[in-house]
T-cell receptor, first 112, second 116 residues
Framework: NAGVTQTPKFQVLKTGQSMTLQCAQD?????MSWYRQDPGMGLRLIHY???????DQGEVPNGYNVSRSTTEDFPLRLLSAAPSQTSVYFC???????????FGQGTRLTVV | AQTVTQSQPEMSVQEAETVTLSCTYD???????LFWYKQPPSRQMILVIR??????QNATENRFSVNFQKAAKSFSLKISDSQLGDAAMYFC?????????????FGKGTKLSVKP
Protein backbone atom coordinates (compact mmCIF):
# COMPACT_ATOMS: atom_id res chain seq x y z
CA ASN A 1 0.00 0.00 0.00
CA ALA A 2 1.93 3.02 -1.30
CA GLY A 3 -0.39 5.74 0.11
CA VAL A 4 0.61 9.21 -1.15
CA THR A 5 3.74 9.30 -3.28
CA GLN A 6 5.58 12.51 -4.11
CA THR A 7 8.40 12.85 -6.59
CA PRO A 8 11.05 14.07 -6.55
CA LYS A 9 12.14 14.24 -2.91
CA PHE A 10 14.73 16.94 -3.58
CA GLN A 11 15.13 19.41 -6.44
CA VAL A 12 17.30 22.42 -7.21
CA LEU A 13 16.09 24.83 -9.87
CA LYS A 14 17.46 27.96 -11.39
CA THR A 15 15.36 31.09 -11.37
CA GLY A 16 13.01 31.09 -14.34
CA GLN A 17 13.02 27.34 -14.87
CA SER A 18 9.82 25.37 -14.86
CA MET A 19 9.07 22.02 -13.27
CA THR A 20 6.28 19.78 -12.10
CA LEU A 21 6.04 18.20 -8.68
CA GLN A 22 4.27 14.91 -8.94
CA CYS A 23 1.73 13.54 -6.46
CA ALA A 24 -0.06 10.22 -6.76
CA GLN A 25 -2.33 8.35 -4.36
CA ASP A 26 -3.68 4.82 -4.58
CA UNK A 27 -6.49 5.09 -2.04
CA UNK A 28 -9.18 6.41 -4.40
CA UNK A 29 -9.41 9.63 -2.39
CA UNK A 30 -11.54 12.37 -3.90
CA UNK A 31 -9.78 15.20 -2.12
CA MET A 32 -6.17 16.16 -2.83
CA SER A 33 -4.19 19.23 -1.89
CA TRP A 34 -0.79 20.91 -1.99
CA TYR A 35 0.82 22.74 0.92
CA ARG A 36 4.08 24.57 1.28
CA GLN A 37 6.05 24.68 4.51
CA ASP A 38 8.36 27.55 5.29
CA PRO A 39 10.37 28.05 8.49
CA GLY A 40 8.24 29.68 11.18
CA MET A 41 5.15 29.65 8.95
CA GLY A 42 3.63 26.22 9.38
CA LEU A 43 1.97 24.66 6.33
CA ARG A 44 -0.06 26.82 3.99
CA LEU A 45 -2.53 25.62 1.38
CA ILE A 46 -1.60 26.29 -2.25
CA HIS A 47 -4.29 24.52 -4.31
CA TYR A 48 -6.77 21.76 -3.74
CA UNK A 49 -9.13 19.50 -5.64
CA UNK A 50 -12.33 17.74 -4.59
CA UNK A 51 -12.38 15.45 -7.60
CA UNK A 52 -11.18 14.92 -11.15
CA UNK A 53 -11.65 18.06 -13.22
CA UNK A 54 -12.23 20.29 -10.17
CA UNK A 55 -9.53 22.50 -8.66
CA ASP A 56 -9.51 25.63 -6.54
CA GLN A 57 -7.07 28.05 -5.00
CA GLY A 58 -5.89 28.01 -1.44
CA GLU A 59 -4.15 30.66 0.63
CA VAL A 60 -0.96 31.05 -1.46
CA PRO A 61 -1.72 30.09 -5.10
CA ASN A 62 0.36 32.67 -6.98
CA GLY A 63 3.08 31.17 -9.15
CA TYR A 64 1.57 27.68 -9.14
CA ASN A 65 -0.77 25.80 -11.45
CA VAL A 66 -2.58 22.53 -10.91
CA SER A 67 -4.85 20.21 -12.83
CA ARG A 68 -6.67 17.00 -11.92
CA SER A 69 -7.31 14.77 -14.89
CA THR A 70 -7.52 11.54 -12.87
CA THR A 71 -8.51 10.65 -9.33
CA GLU A 72 -5.02 9.35 -8.60
CA ASP A 73 -2.80 12.23 -9.73
CA PHE A 74 -2.54 15.88 -8.75
CA PRO A 75 0.60 17.53 -10.16
CA LEU A 76 1.80 20.97 -9.08
CA ARG A 77 3.45 23.10 -11.77
CA LEU A 78 5.87 25.96 -11.30
CA LEU A 79 5.92 27.83 -14.60
CA SER A 80 8.79 30.22 -13.81
CA ALA A 81 10.51 29.41 -10.55
CA ALA A 82 11.46 32.22 -8.18
CA PRO A 83 13.67 32.15 -5.07
CA SER A 84 10.54 32.88 -3.00
CA GLN A 85 9.29 29.43 -3.98
CA THR A 86 12.13 27.76 -2.10
CA SER A 87 10.22 25.62 0.35
CA VAL A 88 9.17 22.12 1.33
CA TYR A 89 6.06 21.00 -0.53
CA PHE A 90 3.57 18.46 0.75
CA CYS A 91 0.78 16.71 -1.07
CA UNK A 92 -2.13 15.32 0.94
CA UNK A 93 -5.24 13.33 0.19
CA UNK A 94 -8.38 12.20 1.97
CA UNK A 95 -11.92 10.99 1.44
CA UNK A 96 -14.42 13.80 1.28
CA UNK A 97 -16.43 13.52 4.48
CA UNK A 98 -13.67 11.78 6.42
CA UNK A 99 -11.38 14.00 8.44
CA UNK A 100 -8.15 12.10 8.06
CA UNK A 101 -5.51 13.45 5.69
CA UNK A 102 -2.69 11.31 4.37
CA PHE A 103 0.51 13.17 3.55
CA GLY A 104 3.31 12.43 1.14
CA GLN A 105 6.88 12.61 2.35
CA GLY A 106 7.45 16.06 0.94
CA THR A 107 9.64 17.64 -1.72
CA ARG A 108 12.40 20.01 -0.73
CA LEU A 109 12.72 22.57 -3.52
CA THR A 110 15.51 25.11 -3.72
CA VAL A 111 15.42 27.88 -6.31
CA VAL A 112 18.75 29.61 -6.87
CA ALA B 1 -11.24 33.63 8.25
CA GLN B 2 -10.15 30.83 10.47
CA THR B 3 -6.79 31.08 12.20
CA VAL B 4 -4.70 28.81 14.38
CA THR B 5 -2.17 30.19 16.85
CA GLN B 6 0.62 28.33 18.62
CA SER B 7 2.23 30.74 21.02
CA GLN B 8 5.21 28.55 22.00
CA PRO B 9 7.83 28.38 19.22
CA GLU B 10 9.98 26.03 21.32
CA MET B 11 9.44 23.84 24.36
CA SER B 12 11.68 21.51 26.31
CA VAL B 13 10.86 18.60 28.59
CA GLN B 14 12.82 16.11 30.63
CA GLU B 15 12.48 12.48 29.64
CA ALA B 16 9.61 10.77 31.53
CA GLU B 17 8.07 14.14 32.46
CA THR B 18 4.85 15.69 31.17
CA VAL B 19 4.61 18.63 28.80
CA THR B 20 1.67 20.63 27.46
CA LEU B 21 1.66 22.38 24.10
CA SER B 22 -0.79 25.23 23.62
CA CYS B 23 -3.03 26.03 20.68
CA THR B 24 -5.81 28.54 20.21
CA TYR B 25 -7.96 28.99 17.16
CA ASP B 26 -10.54 31.34 15.81
CA UNK B 27 -13.62 30.33 13.85
CA UNK B 28 -17.26 31.28 13.54
CA UNK B 29 -18.21 27.73 12.59
CA UNK B 30 -19.70 25.21 15.00
CA UNK B 31 -18.77 21.98 13.20
CA UNK B 32 -15.06 21.36 12.73
CA UNK B 33 -12.14 19.11 13.58
CA LEU B 34 -8.94 19.88 15.39
CA PHE B 35 -5.72 17.95 15.03
CA TRP B 36 -2.22 17.67 16.36
CA TYR B 37 0.42 16.57 13.87
CA LYS B 38 3.96 15.53 14.66
CA GLN B 39 6.79 16.18 12.22
CA PRO B 40 10.07 14.46 13.13
CA PRO B 41 13.33 15.26 11.33
CA SER B 42 12.30 12.76 8.64
CA ARG B 43 9.77 15.43 7.53
CA GLN B 44 6.86 12.99 7.55
CA MET B 45 3.58 14.44 8.83
CA ILE B 46 2.16 12.07 11.44
CA LEU B 47 -1.32 12.46 12.87
CA VAL B 48 -1.08 12.33 16.67
CA ILE B 49 -4.65 12.97 17.75
CA ARG B 50 -7.96 14.24 16.41
CA UNK B 51 -10.88 15.95 18.13
CA UNK B 52 -14.37 16.46 16.75
CA UNK B 53 -15.83 19.76 17.90
CA UNK B 54 -19.23 18.26 18.67
CA UNK B 55 -17.69 15.84 21.16
CA UNK B 56 -17.34 17.15 24.69
CA GLN B 57 -15.06 14.32 25.73
CA ASN B 58 -11.38 15.03 25.26
CA ALA B 59 -9.57 12.72 22.85
CA THR B 60 -6.83 10.41 24.14
CA GLU B 61 -4.28 8.28 22.31
CA ASN B 62 -1.98 6.39 24.67
CA ARG B 63 0.39 8.99 26.18
CA PHE B 64 -1.19 11.83 24.23
CA SER B 65 -4.30 13.65 25.35
CA VAL B 66 -5.96 16.96 24.61
CA ASN B 67 -7.74 19.59 26.63
CA PHE B 68 -10.45 20.89 24.32
CA GLN B 69 -12.19 24.04 25.52
CA LYS B 70 -14.68 24.93 22.79
CA ALA B 71 -15.98 28.14 24.33
CA ALA B 72 -12.45 29.40 24.88
CA LYS B 73 -11.33 28.07 21.46
CA SER B 74 -8.41 26.34 23.05
CA PHE B 75 -6.92 22.96 22.14
CA SER B 76 -3.82 21.96 24.09
CA LEU B 77 -1.84 18.73 23.75
CA LYS B 78 -0.48 16.94 26.79
CA ILE B 79 2.31 14.42 26.37
CA SER B 80 2.81 12.20 29.39
CA ASP B 81 5.91 10.13 30.17
CA SER B 82 7.86 11.96 27.45
CA GLN B 83 10.23 9.85 25.39
CA LEU B 84 13.25 10.78 23.29
CA GLY B 85 11.26 9.83 20.20
CA ASP B 86 8.71 12.55 20.99
CA ALA B 87 11.23 15.21 19.99
CA ALA B 88 9.78 16.86 16.87
CA MET B 89 7.84 19.80 15.50
CA TYR B 90 4.20 19.72 16.56
CA PHE B 91 1.52 21.44 14.53
CA CYS B 92 -1.98 22.23 15.62
CA UNK B 93 -4.48 22.23 12.74
CA UNK B 94 -8.13 23.06 12.08
CA UNK B 95 -10.48 21.64 9.46
CA UNK B 96 -13.94 22.95 8.75
CA UNK B 97 -16.55 20.18 8.60
CA UNK B 98 -18.54 21.42 5.61
CA UNK B 99 -17.89 23.22 2.34
CA UNK B 100 -14.24 22.82 1.35
CA UNK B 101 -13.79 19.98 3.77
CA UNK B 102 -10.29 18.67 3.68
CA UNK B 103 -8.55 22.03 3.82
CA UNK B 104 -6.33 22.17 6.86
CA UNK B 105 -5.30 25.40 8.53
CA PHE B 106 -2.09 25.00 10.48
CA GLY B 107 -0.46 26.88 13.29
CA LYS B 108 3.19 27.84 12.97
CA GLY B 109 4.36 24.93 15.07
CA THR B 110 6.11 24.21 18.34
CA LYS B 111 9.52 22.57 18.37
CA LEU B 112 9.70 20.10 21.24
CA SER B 113 13.04 18.97 22.63
CA VAL B 114 13.31 16.03 25.02
CA LYS B 115 16.28 15.95 27.39
CA PRO B 116 17.63 12.59 28.56
Amino acid sequence: NAGVTQTPKFQVLKTGQSMTLQCAQDMNHEYMSWYRQDPGMGLRLIHYSVGAGITDQGEVPNGYNVSRSTTEDFPLRLLSAAPSQTSVYFCASSYVGVAEAFFGQGTRLTVV
Amino acid sequence: AQTVTQSQPEMSVQEAETVTLSCTYDTSESDYYLFWYKQPPSRQMILVIRQEAYKQQNATENRFSVNFQKAAKSFSLKISDSQLGDAAMYFCAYMYYGGSQGNLIFGKGTKLSVKP
